[in-house]
């Protein structure tokens, strides 16, 4: 069993940027395949980054590319989400997932393929 909390939403202006934190307990925890989503008052959850487990296989949604990095300190069983260039289309609850398989090829963005999920933490970009 894996427990997932996220950490460090808020307020932001446009441009400027957040680092989210997924802490996760269990000690298998190294050999998971971990993602971010985010959804979106009224909007389906979307896919926003995925990390496999040794950080080997890293994808991002088109919409955050270039501006968004995945990465992971397993040691810490903590997963990050560096956030720059925020934008107002980026407000969103922000989920941290976790999958039992060291990676999950091309299931990644589906979120059926994750078993794992945080509360979410809120991030709001004003204009």
């Known amino acids: 069993q894996v427990q997932l909390v996220e950490s460090g939403g808020g307020l932001v202006q446009a441009g400027g940027s957040l680092r989210l934190s997924c802490a996760a307990s269990?000690?298998?925890?190294?050999?998971?395949?971990v993602a971010w989503f985010r959804q979106a008052p009224g909007k389906e959850r979307d896919f926003v980054a995925a990390i496999s487990w040794n950080g080997g296989s890293i994808y991002y949604a088109d919409s955050v590319e270039g501006r968004f990095t995945i990465s992971r300190d397993n040691p810490r069983n903590t997963v990050y989400l560096q956030m720059n260039s925020l934008k107002p289309e980026d407000t969103a609850v922000y989920y941290c997932?976790?999958?039992?398989?060291?990676?999950?090829?091309?299931?990644?963005?589906?979120?059926?393929?994750?078993?794992?999920w945080g509360q979410g933490t809120h991030v709001t970009v004003s204009s």
């Open positions: 269990g000690r298998t925890f190294n050999r998971y395949a």
């Open positions: 997932a976790a999958a039992s398989d060291y990676e999950l090829g091309y299931r990644t963005k589906n979120a059926y393929a994750y078993d794992y």
